[in-house]
Nanobody
Framework: QVQLVESGGGLVQAGGSLRLSCAAS????????MGWFRQAPGKERVFLSA????????NYADFVKGRFTISRDNAKNTVYLQMNSLKPEDTAIYYC???????????WGQGTQVTVSS
């Protein structure tokens, strides 16, 4: 079992930037694909980005391409999401998760709130 703790959220004006962190404990995540998701009020959780174990394979949802950058530091057992050019519609709770292969995404953290004001 992996425990994931997201941090770095907050209140930012439109056009601003935030860097989210996802710190893992309990076991190493260096062998796993990791992802970021978000859930806005009244909406379903949606996929944002994923990164494979060594950063050689990265995917983004179309609506964050060019604005968000995922990265990881396996030595720190941490995954990051750099978010630039933030928009009010980016307001949501942001979660990281581990790709458990046959059982899908899991080990969800508590999330970190991101609020973008116009």
């Amino acid at each position: 079992q992996v425990q994931l703790v997201e941090s770095g959220g907050g209140l930012v004006q439109a056009g601003g930037s935030l860097r989210l962190s996802c710190a893992a404990s309990g076991r190493t995540i260096s062998n796993y694909r990791m992802g970021w998701f978000r859930q806005a009020p009244g909406k379903e959780r949606v996929f944002l980005s994923a990164i494979n174990w060594n950063g050689g394979n990265i995917n983004y949802a179309d609506f964050v391409k060019g604005r968000f950058t995922i990265s990881r530091d396996n030595a720190k057992n941490t995954v990051y999401l750099q978010m630039n050019s933030l928009k009010p519609e980016d307001t949501a709770i942001y979660y990281c998760a581990r790709d458990r292969a046959s059982t899908g995404w899991g080990d969800w953290g508590q999330g970190t709130q991101v609020t973008v004001s116009s």
